[in-house]
């Protein structure tokens, strides 16, 4: 699940995203958490799939993003698995999205969660919603590279 190359350790990756929209610009972002949020993403207990992200009175939000309770940690001191974390960006960039996701109907989806230099890190994608037709045509050229892949190998 987790794999590691310069200095990145990739926690989780929201696959889905990329097929149910087309990304047009990704963002890498910090997350303000609770120390027992941080344990249980070392552990590899986090899932963007249903997540998505949003800006408000000037502050980028990430939502219904699942962070697994720690295990060895009290009830008292765990945090709630699906809460609203701040996303921690520059105002400039934060400008911008709130411009983009506004005019043209854009969607921001976290696409990978990953440890840099030791901090939590997520990228944010800048997507637009693909039609099924769109779908269909991705699923036609995947299953074709793989067809091809096979026929080099023989």
Not at 21 to 36: D, V, W
Not at 86 to 106: F, N, S, V, Y
Not at 122 to 144: A, N, T, W, Y
């Amino acid at each position: 699940m987790a794999e590691k190359s310069d200095g990145f350790k990739i926690i989780c990756d929201n696959r889905q995203a990329r097929f149910l929209y087309e990304i047009l610009e990704t963002y890498e972002a910090g997350i303000e958490l609770k120390g027992t949020e941080v344990k249980a993403i070392r552990d590899g207990k986090a899932n963007l799939r249903d997540g998505f992200a949003l800006i408000r009175n000037g502050e980028a939000w990430l939502l219904n993003v699942h962070i697994s309770p720690h295990d060895t940690a009290s009830q008292y001191f765990n945090h709630d698995p699906r809460r609203t974390r701040k996303l921690l960006l520059h105002k400039k960039e934060i400008r911008t999205l709130t411009g983009k996701a506004e005019q043209q109907g854009l969607t921001l989806v976290p696409l990978k969660m990953y440890l840099k230099r030791g901090l939590v890190k997520v990228s944010i994608g800048l997507g637009k919603g693909k039609k099924l037709h769109d779908k269909r045509e991705d699923i036609k050229q995947r299953d074709d590279k793989r067809d091809m892949a096979r026929a080099m190998k023989r």
